[in-house]
């Protein structure tokens, strides 16, 4: 098994990907209504470029993986920085540590895509989907929203 989606490839594309406003704003809204990972939407998208089909399996497993990890560190220093922000009166050298901050961020944003790229291993006759174009961004919407409605059940 091979990893052909190669992290510093995708990390390239999610830099420039993600410089568009538009792009942006939908991939944040997705991230705050419905508990999106950004990584996995820009990972999809990638796919999606290449033309390799993430399956339904795979996309829960990414999906339930990459957000526990979130969780954990991404989000957590997220956090931190926004607390930080609120309170930086009272913070000597806020600039610096915010600046620190946002990178140990940025970091992790490449640590789990770099998770994402490992956990896509598969012999590279499994990479190409039998469609032209698959669409793996549209199918976790779905699995986003049908997620959003289980938990409010």
């Known amino acids: 098994m091979t990893n052909l989606i190669e992290p510093t490839e995708l990390w390239q594309f999610s830099v420039t990907s993600y410089q568009q406003d538009e792009l942006q704003n939908e991939l944040l809204g997705w991230q705050n209504s419905y508990d999106g990972n950004v990584n996995l939407a820009l990972f999809c998208l990638y796919c999606d470029d290449l033309t390799i089909e993430i399956s339904d399996q795979e996309l829960t497993i990414l999906h339930n993986y990459i957000s526990q990890f979130s969780r954990k560190f991404t989000q957590a220093i997220r956090v931190n ?4 922000k609120q309170q930086k009166a009272q913070i000597n050298h ?19 895509q770099s998770l994402l790229c490992d956990m896509m291993k598969r012999d590279a006759a499994e990479y190409r989907a039998d469609v032209s174009v698959p669409n793996n961004w549209g199918r976790y919407q779905a699995l986003l929203i049908h997620t959003s409605n289980t938990d409010n059940k």
């Open 81 to 84: 920085r926004e607390t930080f």
């Open 94 to 112: 806020y600039e610096d540590i915010r600046h620190h901050l946002l990178e140990a961020e940025l970091l992790f944003e490449q640590q789990e």
